[in-house]
């Protein structure tokens, strides 16, 4: 492919995603905040998956929000196996995570359902 020459603090990206005030949003990164989102120092613990266990990975989270993303890119930057759904049920999702042993789930709040 055609190299692109990005100035990393001044090139912007745009993260959509939806707004419980109505329509879809974006968050505007340069691309040096949104890379920076995801790395970590060696040697230092700035997100949950380094704290990870095992070496899969439960995502519940949709791919255009923040939290989807991170679960894609850092189980690709840890070599964490990453499992998801394409129709997500609290059912489903249980499931998933019994069948395939993982020990380790990424999740929104909201289908963290107590019983």
Not at 88 to 110: G, L, Q, R
Request: proline share 3%; glycine share 6%.
């Amino acid at each position: 492919p055609k190299k692109i020459d990005l100035v990393w603090d001044k090139d912007v990206i745009y993260l959509p995603f939806t707004s419980t005030s109505g329509g879809s949003m974006g968050i505007m990164h340069t691309h040096k905040s949104l890379i920076s989102c995801f790395f970590s120092p060696e040697n230092t613990a700035n997100h949950w998956i380094d704290q990870a266990i095992g070496e899969n990975l439960a995502c519940g989270n949709s791919f255009f929000h923040m939290t989807g993303l991170y679960s894609v890119v850092l189980s690709a930057m840890y070599g964490l196996s990453m499992y998801t759904l394409s129709d997500y049920s609290n059912e489903s999702f249980v499931e998933m995570i019994v069948d395939n042993k993982i020990s380790t789930a990424s999740v929104y709040p909201w289908q963290v359902i107590m019983v």
